[in-house]
């Protein structure tokens, strides 16, 4: 069955980085739409960045120039390179997919999710 597992996740200080990685299992990745969302406490869903399965990518503005996404369809691997971290980045992040074209900022629009992985900026 399809599987996304989130890793890389942790305690990371202001204007440091992490990589988050999202392993996908049971289905063909590059048929997929891919979407990196967090939710912070009290707060939505929110999609930070989202690849189509034609590799088009989008950021979300809070994020954009110091976050990457990429895709490694051999490895079935999606990452989140995270730079010049915030503490208002602080979150679970989660990676969704998608068996369709396109991609979507809209959480409902992804029908697989992972079980997310926290991300903490603080000092």
């Known amino acids: 069955q399809v599987q996304l597992v989130e890793s890389g996740g942790g305690l990371v200080q202001p204007g440091g980085s992490l990589r988050l990685s999202c392993a996908a299992s049971?289905?063909?990745?590059?048929?997929?739409?891919i979407g990196w969302f967090r939710q912070a406490p009290g707060k939505e869903r929110e999609g930070v960045s989202r690849?189509?399965?034609?590799?088009?990518?989008y950021y979300a503005d809070s994020v954009k120039d110091r976050f990457t996404l990429s895709r490694d369809n051999a490895k079935k691997m999606v990452y989140l390179q995270m730079n010049s971290l915030k503490p208002e980045d602080t979150a679970v992040y989660y990676c969704?997919?998608?068996?369709?074209?396109?991609?979507?900022?809209?959480?409902?629009?992804?029908?697989?999710w992972g079980q997310g992985t926290q991300v903490t900026v603080s000092s």
């Open positions: 969704a997919a998608a068996n369709k074209y396109g991609s979507s900022w809209s959480p409902t629009w992804y029908d697989y």
């Open positions: 049971g289905f063909t990745l590059e048929r997929y739409a």
């Open positions: 690849i189509s399965r034609l590799g088009i990518i």
